[in-house]
């Protein structure tokens, strides 16, 4: 017995031994980063991958061999702090104003990515039609994980941020619904109890309408309890914690529904509502308090990420033998996006006044800076393993998300520079 509790008390040890290191290397490496002007979130991605990488060459970093970007770690636990996050932060009226043509990139565009890349990548390839667009669903959704955390850091005007921030929450819960439809079409059923492939414009309805449902209600009931004592900040943070988690676990795990929808409607209404009987400094200081919280997110998550792209690329043949359908899958997604964006975008000029268009800059920063990050990775983790082409779909979504991180993170700013875009040097608080 005091064995097993030894043994459980050295388990747990180690655990926060490593969290914690993590954690400092993140605050080493945000100082580091910011004075070379680097993206600190993409930067933790290399520093990711060198940890990974001394991991299998030195014996006392050995341990972090076992950790990995699991679906239900991304989902469960760093998600909902992110898009809460969001929620108390994004532009309520620009996200207003703008909802129409974000909307329509977030399901039209990802809708027509998806089918192009998925055609285009059966021809080319190996992979059958059903797993060419599974690959397309996925990888179709600009990752609201890292366009939020580099539009942030590189302090994009309000009004990109918010097309870019908004189009990427919601293509999720589009994403996710033809994610589970192909998934059921070839004989995979992952999704709720009902049949999603055979009843697909349902389906999306019901999981976006769901979670905003839901969100609504968690929303309300939060703001009641804020009402119950408006100058006590502690119970405050607390109360936006609890509806950060319960309306993403609620949605998701108990309805069904997308748990994204749920918690960026939830925290907007807890904003809107809630916030009209905070004080001004609490409010101020809640803000500040989730901004550490997602700094904590973001961290973990772009650590564990450059370590689990270090895990799958330590294995030379698998790189060897997917490489040439890895170059041909890049710029199909990225001519796709280009088409989608360019299309819709310019359609959508010409109907609305002249003040409301998105000019041809913003175009290409939305074409260009639509990262791809965890969320691609917790979907094609959850294929099944008995499903073909299995190892080839993680090679190709870990390859191009390894490709927009290093790439386009890495030379966003500089394009905004470059087509006169405002950039804001340092970032003000809100």
Do not use: C
């Not at 014996?59 to 239900?72: K, T």
């Not at 929450?169 to 999603?196: E, H, K, S, Y």
């Amino acid at each position: 017995m005091l064995r097993e509790e030894r043994g459980m008390e050295d388990y747990l040890v180690t655990g926060i031994f490593f969290f914690m290191g993590l954690l400092a290397t993140a605050v080493v490496s945000s100082v580091i980063f910011k004075r070379l002007s680097f993206p600190y979130t993409i930067g933790l991605v290399v520093v990711g991958g060198l940890l990974g990488f001394l991991a299998f060459r030195w014996q006392p970093l050995a341990l972090l061999q076992n950790i990995d970007l699991s679906p239900g770690v991304i989902l469960y636990l760093i998600l909902p702090t992110l898009i809460f996050d969001a929620a108390i932060n994004i532009d309520t009226h620009l996200l207003r104003r703008d909802f129409f043509i974000i909307f329509l990139l977030a399901v039209i565009g990802l809708l027509a990515s998806a089918a192009m890349i998925g055609y285009s990548l059966a021809y080319f390839t190996p992979l059958s039609l059903g797993a060419a667009l599974l690959f397309g669903a996925l990888i179709s959704a600009t990752d609201p994980v890292a366009v939020m955390a580099l539009f942030r850091e590189v302090g994009a005007p309000p009004r990109l941020a918010t097309l870019m921030d908004g189009e990427s929450l919601l293509n999720d819960a589009t994403a996710i619904v033809l994610f589970v439809i192909i998934l059921g079409t070839m004989g995979f059923d992952i999704g709720p109890d009902f049949n999603m492939a055979n009843h697909p414009l349902f389906s999306f309805v019901f999981v976006l309408a769901g979670g905003v449902l839901v969100g609504l209600v968690v929303g309300w009931i939060g703001v009641l309890l804020v009402l119950l004592d408006r100058s006590n900040f502690i119970s405050e943070l607390t109360i936006s914690f609890v509806v950060a988690y319960i309306s993403f676990l609620v949605a998701d795990h108990l309805f069904d529904v997308s748990g994204v929808m749920s918690t960026l409607t939830a925290g907007i209404t807890l904003k809107a509502l809630g916030g009209k009987h905070l004080d001004v400094a609490n409010l101020k200081m809640i803000k500040r308090f989730w901004n550490y919280f997602a700094f904590i997110a973001n961290s973990m998550i772009f650590l564990l990420l450059g370590l689990t792209e270090e895990h799958v690329f330590y294995n030379m043949i698998h790189l060897h033998q997917h490489m040439f359908y890895l170059l041909f899958a890049i710029p199909a997604v990225l001519v796709a996006r280009a088409i989608v964006v360019w299309s819709i975008v310019g359609i959508y000029n010409r109907f609305v006044a002249k003040e409301n268009t998105v000019p041809g800059a913003y175009q290409a920063v939305l074409i260009w800076g639509g990262l791809r990050g965890a969320i691609p990775v917790a979907l094609v983790l959850t294929i099944p393993a008995e499903m073909p082409f299995r190892p080839l779909l993680i090679d190709l979504t870990l390859g191009f998300v390894l490709f927009t991180l290093l790439v386009q993170g890495t030379t966003v700013k500089k394009m905004m520079k470059a087509l006169g875009v405002t950039v804001r040097e340092e970032v003000e608080e809100e």
